[in-house]
């Protein structure tokens, strides 16, 4: 079982930049992938970006890379993900979620465990 707690959400301006935190706990969280996904107002979920817990492998979103970086910090079982030049379309639900597998595909298409969700809020 893994349980993935998100912080560090809130109210941002356009322009501004945004660091989430995604601590991990429970067994074998060095088999894990995890990922960061969103979900606007309205839209479906999307994938955004995803680590493998015991590489330096990433994947992100190709209409979303550049503005978003994924990282970990293996001392603390927590991932990140910075945004930077936030724009009001970022405003979304933004969850965590992990794969047993290692895999940074999985993760992004099929993940075993969620987190409960931060929201951010970009003002124009």
């Known amino acids: 079982q893994v349980y993935l707690t998100e912080s560090g959400g809130g109210l941002v301006r356009a322009g501004d930049s945004l660091r989430l935190s995604c601590e991990a706990s429970?067994?074998?969280?060095?088999?894990?992938?995890v990922g960061w996904f969103r979900q606007a107002p309205g839209e479906e979920r999307e994938f955004v970006a995803a680590i493998s817990w015991i590489s330096d492998l990433t994947y992100y979103s190709e209409s979303l890379k550049g503005r978003f970086t994924i990282s970990r910090d293996n001392a603390s079982n927590t991932v990140y993900l910075e945004a930077n030049s936030l724009k009001p379309e970022d405003t979304a639900l933004y969850s965590c979620?992990?794969?047993?597998?290692?895999?940074?595909?999985?993760?992004?298409?099929?993940?075993?465990?969620w987190g409960q969700g931060i929201r951010v809020i970009c003002s124009s």
């Open positions: 979620a992990a794969s047993t597998r290692s895999s940074v595909v999985r993760v992004s298409k099929n993940p075993d465990y």
């Open positions: 429970g067994s074998d969280l060095d088999k894990l992938a």
